[in-house]
């Protein structure tokens, strides 16, 4: 079992940042991702970073968000940069133990662990 913990969530003006940060057993060969769901939408992946380092982004997100992981510290970071009121959400972080294609890499069924989510909401 691994255990995964958010933090960082918090309410931020249109164009502002935020950085979440995701404490888990990072140092396991584990692919990590970040997903959100707005009310009334379906859960969505935002970013991932397999263990050898390649990152992928929703085309929502790219040039704004980015992933990171510090296995020394066994955390996942998403620095998010010039948010929107589109990007309020709950953000949770996951873990898989099998890495998965590339166009499946934003299926939440290829993750085995998630947290609990943290909220971020966007506002003028």
């Known amino acids: 079992q691994v255990q995964l913990v958010e933090s960082g969530g918090g309410s931020v003006q249109i164009g502002g940042s935020l950085r979440l940060s995701c404490a888990g057993d990072?140092?396991?060969?584990?692919?990590m991702g970040w997903f959100r769901q707005a009310p009334g939408k379906e859960r969505e992946g935002v970013a991932v970073i397999y263990t050898g380092g390649s990152t992928y982004y929703a085309d929502s997100v790219k040039g704004r968000f980015t992933i990171s992981r510090d296995n020394a510290k066994s955390t996942v970071y998403l620095q998010m940069n010039s948010l929107k009121p589109e990007d309020t959400a709950i953000y949770y972080c996951a873990a898989g133990l099998s890495t998965p294609s590339r166009n499946r890499v934003f299926a939440p069924s290829e993750y085995n662990f998630w947290g609990q989510g943290t909220q971020v909401t966007v506002s003028s």
């Open positions: 990072t140092k396991r060969r584990l692919y």
